[in-house]
């Protein structure tokens, strides 16, 4: 109907962090109505690393019920695992034959993987980023939320897109990264020079979307500052600067607001009103998943008719590559 096309996914390993939440699926909820949206639950990612399969399953469906909590309406956004459907692996054939070894070399997420997981540098970890450019091209998205960590990767599906239509003639999209409104770069609650995972191994780092009014508020008091005791918004504050921008991103007050309100407090006051404005915004999400997570068949029935429907979509692009190929 005119709407530009817009494709996102997250992976289902490790619990979703505050900054997962407000550097991604908040804006998706945000811009979702713009565009035509596929929000996929990438499984097929997952299997790069080792994983127990009933604790990968378990993920994945925490995960899809999560996009849906947060406000993605599974009427009007394609909310699926990329597992459900099989054009994501067809078309990730198909492109591994247009993409060349030095590119992927070139990769450096796959340097870091490959130093992190030693002991299993399969092939595909290495062709993970055919796979995404599958996952994107297959349907014809036109902008891709995407971090900065994952920059390389979509210059590479434009590479990839490009290439395949100077052969066969217009077969992809060529999409573009989405540069919204800068979201939030939330950083780990004990070490502010690094970014909030949830892949840290130190649970105190990262406020969970789970975690219960008390845990984030004891997080929020723990959390590492500095022995200026001032609350200003500047890089020599790391961690007071990091905790102002979570506050905004709950609040929507600016930092120059924040300032004024905290003058002349301390930081015991400030973690308090962090933890409970924090707090504030994951208890709808929390109530909505609970909700969710009761009605099986409710969400089932999105499960299979959402795969029905990327199916629909996806497959229209694979069966014109398939016929440039000569399948
Ligand atoms: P993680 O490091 O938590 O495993 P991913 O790399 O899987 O996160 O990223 C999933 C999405 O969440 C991406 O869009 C990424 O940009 C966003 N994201 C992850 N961590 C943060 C953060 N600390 N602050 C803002 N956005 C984040
Ligand atoms: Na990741």
Redesign the pocket.
């Known amino acids: 109907d005119g709407k530009k096309t817009l494709f996102?996914g997250?992976?289902a390993?490790?619990n979703?962090?505050?900054?997962?939440?407000?550097?991604?699926?908040k804006n998706w909820v945000t811009i979702s109505d713009d565009y035509q949206t596929f929000f996929s639950v990438v499984d097929m990612h997952s299997i790069t690393v080792r994983q127990d399969p009933a604790e990968l399953r378990k993920r994945a469906r925490t995960l899809l019920t999560l996009y849906i909590a947060a406000g993605l309406d599974p009427e009007k956004n394609c909310i699926y695992y990329q597992s459900h459907v099989s054009g994501h692996a067809e078309l990730a054939w198909i492109l591994n034959c247009f993409t060349y070894m030095g590119e992927l070399n070139r990769m450096t997420q796959f340097k870091d993987k490959a130093a992190k997981h030693a002991d299993n540098i399969n092939a595909g970890l290495f062709t993970y980023p055919v796979l995404m450019a599958a996952d994107i091209l297959l349907y014809q998205a036109d902008v891709v939320?995407?971090?900065?960590?994952?920059m390389q990767h979509l210059e590479l599906t434009r590479d990839i897109a490009i290439r395949f239509n100077n052969i066969y003639g217009d077969v992809f999209t060529v999409p573009e990264a989405y540069i919204g409104k800068a979201?939030?770069?939330?950083?780990?609650l004990q070490d502010p020079a690094k970014?909030?995972?949830?892949?840290?191994e130190n649970p105190n780092g990262?406020i969970y979307l789970m975690d219960d009014p008390d845990t984030i508020i004891r997080k929020c008091k723990r959390a590492v500052t500095d022995s200026e005791g001032i609350i200003l918004y500047r890089d020599e504050q790391p961690g007071v600067k990091n905790l102002i921008d979570i506050y905004c991103a709950c609040t929507g007050k600016t930092p120059a607001e924040v300032e004024k309100e905290f003058d002349g407090k301390g930081y015991g006051d400030f973690k308090m009103a962090v933890g409970e404005a924090v707090g504030g915004v994951l208890k709808p999400l929390q109530d909505r998943f609970a909700d969710l997570s009761k009605n099986k068949e409710y969400l089932d029935k999105v499960i299979k008719e959402n795969a029905e429907k990327a199916s629909y979509f996806s497959n229209k692009t694979l069966r014109k590559v398939q016929k440039k190929v000569g399948f």
């Open positions: 996102s997250m992976q390993t490790g979703l962090t505050l900054g997962n939440y407000l550097g991604a699926l939320p995407v971090g900065i960590d994952q979201g939030a770069k939330i950083m780990s970014k909030m995972s949830k892949s840290d990262s």
